[in-house]
Each structure stands twice: as C-alpha cells, then as structure tokens.
C-alpha cells in the first residue's frame, strides 16, 4: 500500500541512481534522441520511479524463482511438460504449409517511402 | 424508445422483433456521437461505412425473419489498440497516425461476426500508458458524468463512450487496469478476462505478459455476452489457451448462497478514500445479506505490486515498442540524412512524453548491470504475488475489493508527477500480473455525484463466479444510472 511507511525502506546511498550519462547510454540504447529539457525531466522522473521501486529490495527473493508469464501454469495440461504442455499452439496452417503472405501492394500500403517492391530507407553503406 | 440507452439484448431484440432497423440504431448513435462527443473527446476516427453496410446485413436477416446473430445490429465502440481492417488505427499516438490496418484484430472480428456495429475506434492513452486518458497524442477524454474529471485510463475513450450512451458496449484493453479503472470512473461494467482467455491477435503490444482484451458495457449480462462472443483458442495467437468457452450467460442466473467471497485488508489500508471505503463496504455487506460469506484473506505482497508492474510493464513495452522505426509504417521523420538518425528522430518525434519515459524505463531495467537488481527482481517478486493469490483462491471463490482507491480526479491533477498517477492502478495491477480475471460493477457514488466501483477478482479461467456475483450484486442492489 501507497501510505504504509517501512523502516527498511532505502535510503542509505542519497545519491542518485541516474546520473546524466545514465540517461544518455539508455536512450542511445531505445533508440531515441531527446532534446535537453526532456533528459532532464528524465532524469528526475527516473530517479524518482526508481528510488520506489527500490522498496522490493525488502523482500529476499534468493529461492524464489522468476515468472516471466503465467500462462505455463494456468489452463494447461499440467500432466504434460515442456513444450507438449503448449502442443495445441502449433498453427494448423502452419503443420499444412506456410500461410498465405499480404499481397505485396498491401503490404506496402503503409510505407513512409517505398519504390513499389522495397521500403525505402536513407542509404546505409557509404562508399 | 430511446435508442441510445439500450442494452445489448434490448437493441438486438429491437432489430429482431422489427421495432427498429440496425440502420436506424446505427444512425441513432452517430448523431448522439455528433452532438455530444465534442465535449467528451471519446472517438478518434469514426467508421460510417463499415457500420452502416453491417446494419444493413442485419436489417435484411430480421426482414427475412432470421434468427439474429447474438449481437446483432448491436453498435459498439472499440478502443483504438485494436486494429481494424482499412479503419485508421492510431493506438492514440502520433507515431501511427495515419496507419489503417491491412488486416483485422481477432476480438473486433469476432464481434462483428456475431453482429456487432463497429461504430469507431475510441480515444485513449498512448499505446495504453495511462490512467486517466490525458496521454492521448490527439486530444483527453473528459468523465461524462463531470466533465472537468478524468474518465480513467487507459480505455478511457471506451469507459466515455459507453457511459455516454455514444456506444451499447466497447472492447477495452487491460493490462495494469485499463479497463477495471475507467470503467470505474464512469460508472459503468468493465471486465478484464483471464490472461489468455481472449485472443490479442491485431490488439497492438504494450505489455505482452500483462496485455488483456475484454468488454466495457452498461450491465453484466452485457459484459457475459461480449466475453462469450469473444473468448476462445485462436491460432494467431500462440497465447489464447486451449480452455472451453461456458455459455457465461446462462452461467448468471446460478444463485450466490454460500460462495465464500474474500476480503484483504491490504485493500483498505491508507491512501483509500473514505467515501470509496464506506461504498465498497456496504457492497459487500449487501452480498453478504444476499447469501455469500465473507472470509477475510491476506494478500501480503500487495505493497509490492506497483513497482513489479511498472518494471515488467515497462520492461516489456521497451521491447514491445522497438519495432516503431519509420520504415514499414507510421510516422518517419524526413529530415534524418542516415537510418540510424531516422529511426532516433522518427521515434522522438512520433512517441509522446509518457511513452517515452516507459521506453527508458524499461530498457534501463534490462541493460546490462541493471537486469538482475530490476527485471529479475520484479520477476521474483511477481511469483510471490501470484502466490498470494494462489493461497488466498484455497479458501474462497472470489475476492472482493475497490476498483480504485479513489473516484474520479481532475483533468490535469497528476499529469505532473508520473509516480502519483501510477499508484492510481494500485488495486487493479495486482490481477495483471496474476493473470487473473477482474470485474469493477458500479457501487455507489460519492457526495459530489461521481461513481465509484466495486472489484471483483476471481480464479484463472473462472470469469463465470465473478460475472455471477456481480450480476446478483447489480440486480438485487446495484444504482441504477
């Protein structure tokens, strides 16, 4: 709960998680630019998010294994393991051949630049 | 009769019996849409065309005395995450701006296949980021019952729409409490199924772990008959289960005596605000007088919720969203002079301050250095959650709770502080990440007239006890509007 104060709670290291370089590795790494006011606001709401969510450093996790979804436990055959656990997801059309592709005008219908059979890109190789 | 304010069964019966057409109903609603939707902003892009030609399919089966399909002639809203065949689909961002699907979402076809009028795709926070709509790159939405309020997010569009009488019901989407919260706020049902349950081919990734399709209606019965037309395996998507479909219709009318419905008290702690509190309390004590027992059930990592969400969300929204670069569609910045630069300034220009700051989030949280102490923490802590549920599920049927700690907020309240309008999902991340399903039905309004909602939370794959609790709650006690 929001209100409900905890002694633990970290505030041991004040100094902020994010620094500025922080913020511009990320970015370089999201593919994205950001002009200088919005690394700013960046940076402070980072820092923020993350001193919360700081709190889950409360818990011991050591053998408590990780979930990365739920759908391994709920609605499936818990006789089965592994894959044959997930055998109804392969696609019929998948075991009678491959699918049909968009027809290749369609496909293109939503390209910002296209030559009718490519995307169009900036040119990539310098020579 | 007015058209506007009737129930699925009571429009699709209109159609049948001949008392009106699908097209006059359709017709019906596009001029509400047009006299009253300049105030609330809940449509993006209006689908005349396809509405039109589907009433009239409708219209001809009533006039050869056919029996109609089960939401036939039916209009519905669908929130715009969900992509529709030649109907702009923008997720509410200007990244996709100007893109019309070449192909149709799972869930949309479905309901047209079983009737359904897609009047429109509806506003709502970009890429879905948002709990009270004012993150939509074109315009807020505002609550139709005050209009200087937020409608709740990030399905605030479709929880307007349907409160507005601009729709009969509408497809929200769920993934920290999309659809339970604003439907919340606007006093109306909103149903988030099990994970897994719904097909999310064509539903446009946030959260792929999270990411939930469900209905937004006027009555419970309403929200069962959307989920029964929607549910179900679907071989585009590998994540729809392999669970049959009951008739949750039929499944209504079962009586409640004896379900055993929990209460945490890690729901009622600090932050929740008094009139919620005393809503929410005598709805419970009014189940309880309809037969139920009340139980009182722990969930101890309840605390610990919001920043497992925000980082899982977040982490997988980062992935999620890289394939926004400009190149096949969406918005592409023109002056870039090299692809790296393009994909940098496209992307930049076309996500909105939200978005952004999740992407940053999230991929912060999976770099290198940070994976463990972040993403694998938040993992972990996501297992102790979904047992919490699973010991609480041992000694009841459902859980019953506030949707919301609190009513609907001001336009402009939170949009300064990211952290104070994440903690508006407090109550609803919980299911997501559980990937249990969630219902909020209207429970009583505060001093100032604003709605307030009551959530119920039930077992995986077990929609039918809380669609059924929920039904006996609204019929027996419910407010009407």
């Given at each position: 709960m929001r209100g409900r104060k905890s002694g633990q709670e970290s505030r041991?290291?004040?100094k902020m998680k994010v620094t500025e370089k922080d913020v511009a590795y990320v970015a370089d790494l999201a593919n994205l630019e950001l002009t200088e006011k919005e690394r700013c606001v960046l940076l402070r709401d980072l820092n923020s998010i993350l001193d919360y969510i700081d709190r889950l450093n409360q818990l011991d996790t050591t053998d408590v294994p990780p979930m990365a979804?739920?759908?391994?436990?709920?609605?499936?055959?818990?006789?089965?393991?592994?894959?044959?656990?997930?055998?109804?997801?392969?696609?019929?059309?998948?075991?009678?051949g491959l699918r049909k592709s968009l027809p290749h005008e369609v496909a293109l219908q939503n390209a910002p630049d296209s030559d009718g059979t490519f995307f169009k890109v900036p040119k990539v190789i310098e020579r | 009769m007015d058209l506007n304010s009737l129930t699925i069964d009571a429009a699709r019966s209109a159609v049948q019996e001949r008392k009106t057409t699908a097209m006059s109903l359709a017709e019906a609603f596009f001029s509400k849409i047009g006299k009253d939707d300049p105030q609330i902003g809940a449509y993006l892009t209006l689908s005349q065309e396809r509405a039109l030609e589907q009433a009239a399919r409708m219209d001809s089966l009533a006039a050869r005395g056919e029996q109609l399909p089960p939401l036939g002639g039916v209009p519905v809203g669908i929130k715009d995450v969900m992509v529709t065949r030649g109907v702009r689909t923008t997720a509410g961002s200007k990244i996709l701006g100007n893109y019309i699907p070449p192909y149709d979402c799972t869930a949309v076809a479905r309901m047209e296949a079983a009737g359904a009028v897609v009047l429109g795709k509806l506003n709502c926070d970009e890429f879905a980021m948002g709990s009270s709509n004012e993150n939509s790159a074109w315009h807020p939405v505002h609550n139709?019952?005050?209009?200087?309020?937020?409608?709740?997010?990030?399905?605030?569009?479709?929880?307007?729409?349907?409160?507005?009488?601009?729709?009969?019901?509408?497809?929200?989407?769920?993934?920290?409490?999309?659809?339970?919260?604003?439907?919340?706020?606007?006093?109306?049902?909103?149903?988030?199924?099990?994970?897994?349950?719904?097909?999310?081919?064509?539903?446009?990734?946030?959260?792929?772990?999270?990411?939930?399709?469900?209905?937004?209606?006027?009555?419970?019965?309403?929200?069962?008959?959307?989920l029964r037309t929607i549910a179900g395996r679907d071989h585009m998507d590998s994540t729809s289960a392999d669970?049959?479909?009951?008739?949750?219709?039929?499944?209504?009318?079962?009586?409640?005596?004896?379900?055993?419905?929990?209460?945490?008290?890690?729901?009622?702690?600090?932050?929740?605000?008094?009139?919620?509190?005393?809503?929410?309390?005598?709805?419970?004590?009014?189940?309880?007088?309809?037969?139920?027992?009340?139980?009182?059930?722990?969930l101890p990592h309840t605390e610990y919720a919001i920043p497992t969400?925000?980082?899982?969300?977040?982490?997988?929204?980062?992935?999620?969203?890289?394939?926004?670069?400009?190149?096949?569609?969406?918005?592409?910045?023109?002056?870039?002079?090299?692809?790296?630069?393009m994909y940098r300034r496209s992307r930049d220009h076309g996500f909105g301050a939200e978005v952004k700051r999740r992407i940053m989030l999230g991929t912060y949280s999976l770099s290198a250095g940070y994976y463990d102490a972040y993403y694998l923490k938040a993992q972990k802590v996501r297992t102790l959650l979904v047992g919490d549920f699973e010991e609480a599920f041992k000694k009841v049927d459902a859980i019953v709770t506030?949707?919301?700690?609190?009513?609907?907020?001001?336009?402009?309240?939170?949009?300064?502080?990211?952290l104070a309008m994440y903690l508006a999902d407090i109550f609803t991340v919980t299911a997501d990440l559980a990937g249990i399903p969630g219902i909020s039905v209207p429970c009583g309004k505060t001093k100032e007239n604003l709605p307030i909602g009551l959530q119920i939370l039930g077992k995986h794959f077990d929609e039918s006890t809380i669609l059924r609790v929920a039904h006996a709650y609204e019929t027996e006690h419910g407010m009407k509007n």
């Amino acid at each position: 709960m929001r209100g409900r104060k905890s002694g633990q709670e970290s505030r041991r290291d004040t100094k902020m998680k994010v620094t500025e370089k922080d913020v511009a590795y990320v970015a370089d790494l999201a593919n994205l630019e950001l002009t200088e006011k919005e690394r700013c606001v960046l940076l402070r709401d980072l820092n923020s998010i993350l001193d919360y969510i700081d709190r889950l450093n409360q818990l011991d996790t050591t053998d408590v294994p990780p979930m990365a979804q739920v759908s391994d436990r709920y609605g499936v055959d818990q006789s089965q393991t592994g894959s044959a656990r997930f055998a109804y997801a392969g696609r019929d059309d998948v075991h009678e051949g491959l699918r049909k592709s968009l027809p290749h005008e369609v496909a293109l219908q939503n390209a910002p630049d296209s030559d009718g059979t490519f995307f169009k890109v900036p040119k990539v190789i310098e020579r | 009769m007015d058209l506007n304010s009737l129930t699925i069964d009571a429009a699709r019966s209109a159609v049948q019996e001949r008392k009106t057409t699908a097209m006059s109903l359709a017709e019906a609603f596009f001029s509400k849409i047009g006299k009253d939707d300049p105030q609330i902003g809940a449509y993006l892009t209006l689908s005349q065309e396809r509405a039109l030609e589907q009433a009239a399919r409708m219209d001809s089966l009533a006039a050869r005395g056919e029996q109609l399909p089960p939401l036939g002639g039916v209009p519905v809203g669908i929130k715009d995450v969900m992509v529709t065949r030649g109907v702009r689909t923008t997720a509410g961002s200007k990244i996709l701006g100007n893109y019309i699907p070449p192909y149709d979402c799972t869930a949309v076809a479905r309901m047209e296949a079983a009737g359904a009028v897609v009047l429109g795709k509806l506003n709502c926070d970009e890429f879905a980021m948002g709990s009270s709509n004012e993150n939509s790159a074109w315009h807020p939405v505002h609550n139709p019952r005050d209009l200087s309020r937020v409608p709740g997010g990030s399905s605030g569009g479709a929880a307007a729409a349907v409160a507005a009488n601009m729709a009969v019901a509408a497809l929200g989407s769920d993934t920290g409490g999309s659809i339970r919260q604003p439907a919340s706020f606007c006093g109306v049902v909103g149903l988030m199924p099990t994970y897994g349950r719904v097909s999310r081919y064509g539903l446009i990734a946030f959260a792929s772990s999270l990411d939930h399709i469900g209905p937004l209606t006027k009555t419970v019965k309403d929200a069962a008959t959307v989920l029964r037309t929607i549910a179900g395996r679907d071989h585009m998507d590998s994540t729809s289960a392999d669970v049959p479909v009951p008739d949750y219709v039929a499944e209504l009318e079962k009586p409640v005596r004896g379900l055993k419905l929990g209460v945490a008290k890690e729901y009622f702690g600090e932050g929740l605000d008094s009139e919620v509190r005393q809503s929410v309390e005598a709805a419970i004590q009014k189940l309880a007088e309809s037969g139920c027992e009340i139980v009182p059930v722990s969930l101890p990592h309840t605390e610990y919720a919001i920043p497992t969400y925000y980082i899982v969300a977040t982490a997988e929204a980062s992935s999620n969203l890289a394939r926004f670069d400009g190149v096949r569609y969406g918005y592409r910045a023109r002056d870039a002079h090299t692809l790296a630069e393009m994909y940098r300034r496209s992307r930049d220009h076309g996500f909105g301050a939200e978005v952004k700051r999740r992407i940053m989030l999230g991929t912060y949280s999976l770099s290198a250095g940070y994976y463990d102490a972040y993403y694998l923490k938040a993992q972990k802590v996501r297992t102790l959650l979904v047992g919490d549920f699973e010991e609480a599920f041992k000694k009841v049927d459902a859980i019953v709770t506030p949707t919301s700690p609190t009513a609907a907020f001001k336009l402009g309240e939170k949009v300064d502080d990211p952290l104070a309008m994440y903690l508006a999902d407090i109550f609803t991340v919980t299911a997501d990440l559980a990937g249990i399903p969630g219902i909020s039905v209207p429970c009583g309004k505060t001093k100032e007239n604003l709605p307030i909602g009551l959530q119920i939370l039930g077992k995986h794959f077990d929609e039918s006890t809380i669609l059924r609790v929920a039904h006996a709650y609204e019929t027996e006690h419910g407010m009407k509007n």
